[in-house]
T-cell receptor, first 113, second 110 residues
Framework: DTGVTQSPTHLIKTRGQQVTLRCSPI?????VSWYQQVLGQGPQFIFQ???????GRGNFPDRFSARQFPNYSSELNVNALLLGDSALYLC????????????FGNGTRLTVT | ELKVEQNPLFLSMQEGKNYTIYCNYS?????LYWYRQDPGKSLESLFV?????AVKQEGRLMASLDTKARLSTLHITAAVHDLSATYFC??????????FGAGTRLTVKP
């Protein structure tokens, strides 16, 4: 049983660049969520997608965008990178039903220099 | 705005001892989750609590939920070194996002 897979695992970018992070959910899961985790803090919600539609958006600037594809995989895009965007970006999938927990991937470690 | 507060943020305990981590949240929610995170790793789901009075146990960990008090607890019984990790509680909002607490960094010493 393959879990949530994210790519790449590590990424180094410079300020002003753009980045795309990718996520494949657990087979059968229709919901994908993205979280940003800064070192020493809890994850912060960025987006949730269900059946290819945005279901929720956290308090992040418009530089952050995401989409979900027909196969339920997802991409998170961040434009005009800032130093403060350096973090672990976690993708989580779930069945999307009332009591279904999130299953997290191993994350993408983004460093902005 | 929903706030989720955990305490303590840091906990150092000896093997064999008992302790409780507390999670308070500021608005009505019937869905509370506990996760574990090891250093450099992702989050592992521990418990899903869906109703007032819910209690779940797995090994040395037991979680409970009091929706009226907006309080969840994670009780550790007879701690062992393998339980050393950071524990997060998270509350699901009506907008379907998950709000996490700041985490409790637990260190169990021999």
């Amino acid at each position: 049983d393959t879990g949530v897979t994210q790519s790449p695992t590590h990424l180094i970018k410079t300020r002003g660049q753009q980045v795309t992070l990718r996520c494949s959910p657990i087979s059968g899961h229709k919901s994908v969520s993205w979280y940003q985790q800064v070192l020493g803090q809890g994850p912060q919600f960025i987006f949730q997608y269900y059946e290819k539609e945005e279901r929720g958006r956290g308090n992040f600037p418009d530089r952050f965008s995401a989409r979900q594809f027909p196969n339920y995989s997802s991409e998170l895009n961040v434009n005009a990178l800032l130093l403060g965007d350096s973090a672990l970006y976690l993708c989580a999938s779930s069945e999307g039903t009332f009591n279904s927990p999130l299953h997290f991937g191993n994350g993408t470690r983004l460093t902005v220099t | 705005e929903l706030k989720v507060e955990q305490n303590p943020l840091f906990l150092s305990m000896q093997e064999g001892k008992n302790y409780t981590i507390y999670c308070n949240y500021s608005t009505t929610s019937d869905r509370l989750y506990w996760y574990r995170q090891d250093p450099g790793k992702s989050l592992e789901s521990l418990f899903v609590l869906l109703s007032n009075g819910a209690v779940k146990q797995e090994g040395r960990l037991m979680a409970s939920l009091d929706t009226k008090a907006r309080l969840s607890t994670l009780h550790i019984t007879a701690a062992v070194h393998d339980l050393s990790a950071t524990y997060f509680c998270a509350v699901q909002t009506l907008n379907n996002d998950m709000r996490f607490g700041a985490g409790t960094r637990l260190t169990v010493k021999p």
